[in-house]
Structures are given as structure tokens and as C-alpha cells.
T-cell receptor
């Protein structure tokens, strides 16, 4: 599984877009980029994943650079409920263990 | 949300006692996982299952055993609990069936304290 690097913390004003970066320079060709988040004391929540094309769902957008060495998770209109730790993970087959690094602690500020 | 139920949600027990945690799913997913989460260590895989009666070890399996006698239930047992096993335990499930890169979905966790 690819090693990922994320900033330890970020702030975002409520209602603004939150852009969370992730570096995954060692990602291999068959590894997807997954994003999860964990709100305090709850289980991790899956957000989105992608291989090389940009992806969008009801929660977020995922922008992956052409060389696949980095990606950005975009929460288009952050709310206070988006305050959480966000994890970026590079992962292969579905039964591979999910290796969570320290993640980015996002604080959405009123 | 994925249909995952962990029980109990909280447990306090004494060193040396056996403890069993249960993960129950209603999604009929093939893969099930047990993780523990501790400050400074993030989430670490204990054991996982890729089918009924098919299990394998994760990175921190010592002191733990698992069983999966039916698709919907995955049990984690601490044979003789130690204080170092005080942690929050999460169960996760994922699907395969050719959908190669399906994400894992997590339960709400069991907070276990061993005194």
C-alpha cells in the first residue's frame, strides 16, 4: 500500500470550500486513492475513492493529478458537522488492510 | 449507512478474564475486519475474514482470536484480557464479487477497558 502524507491540521470557514491535500508519490498503478473521515468517537466513514479520473459524489469531489502523485479532497460547502479527521489512503485489492496514517484534523469555524 | 452492529458498545472487565466482541452485518458482504484504535497508533488491523471459516492475521493479532461461523457474524475473542488491550475496537466490512475496489465500511466501535 502506498505511503501517504497529509498536513496535520487545517481550518476552514463555514460555507467555504475545504480543500484537503494528500501526497502519495509511491502509489502504484493499480492502487486507488481512498478518503475516509472520522468524527470524534465514531467509526471511520468512507467518503470517496478514485484511480486516475476525478470523481464526485454527494459528499465530496476528488481531484487526482495526472501523475497520480497527489490528490485533493474538496468539500464544496463546509459545515460545522464536517469537523473531523480526514484520512487519505492508497490501497489495492478490496481485502487489503486499510492503513490509516495520522490524517488531517479539519476544523470548520463559524 | 452500512448495516453493521457492534456489541457491546462499552465494556469494563478485569485482567485475565475472557472477552468476546461481536460484529453483526446485514449487508451479506464477504469480507469482515477487526481493528483497534489507540492514541498515537491510528487504526491497526487485528484479524480479517474473507469468508465463512476463512480468517487471517493482521498486524497486531497476538492475544486475539476470531471466528466466523456464518456470513453475518464475526467474533473477536481476547482469551485472557490484559491492560494493553484496553482500546476502541472497530469492525469493518467490504464487498467483492468482481467489484474489485470496494471501500470498507465501519461500525461505531466498542470501547473496552481492562482494569
Amino acid at each position: 500500500d502506498a505511503k501517504t502524507t497529509q498536513p496535520p491540521s487545517m481550518d476552514c470557514a463555514e460555507g467555504r470550500a475545504a480543500n484537503l491535500p494528500c501526497n502519495h508519490s509511491t502509489i502504484s498503478g493499480n492502487e486507488y486513492v481512498y478518503w475516509y473521515r472520522q468524527i470524534h468517537s465514531q467509526g471511520p466513514q468512507y467518503i470517496i475513492h478514485g484511480l486516475k479520473n476525478n470523481e464526485t459524489n454527494e459528499m465530496a469531489s476528488l481531484i487526482i493529478t495526472e501523475d497520480r502523485k497527489s490528490s485533493t479532497l474538496i468539500l464544496p460547502h463546509a459545515t460545522l458537522r464536517d469537523t473531523a479527521v480526514y484520512y487519505c489512503i492508497g490501497k489495492g485489492t478490496s481485502y487489503d488492510k486499510v492503513i490509516f496514517g495520522p490524517g488531517t484534523s479539519l476544523s470548520v469555524i463559524p | 449507512d452500512a448495516g453493521i452492529t457492534q456489541s457491546p458498545r462499552h465494556k469494563v472487565t478485569e485482567t485475565g478474564t475472557p472477552v468476546t466482541l461481536r460484529c453483526h452485518q446485514t449487508e451479506n458482504h464477504r469480507y469482515m475486519y477487526w481493528y483497534r484504535q489507540d492514541p498515537g497508533h491510528g487504526l491497526r488491523l487485528i484479524h480479517y475474514s474473507y469468508g465463512v471459516k476463512d480468517t487471517d492475521k493482521g498486524e497486531v493479532s497476538d492475544g486475539y482470536s476470531v471466528s466466523r461461523s456464518k456470513t453475518e457474524d464475526f467474533l473477536l475473542t481476547l482469551e485472557s484480557a490484559t491492560s494493553s488491550q484496553t482500546s476502541v475496537y472497530f469492525c469493518a466490512i467490504s464487498e467483492s464479487q468482481g467489484a474489485y475496489h470496494q471501500p470498507q465500511h465501519f461500525g461505531d466501535g466498542t470501547r473496552l477497558s481492562i482494569l
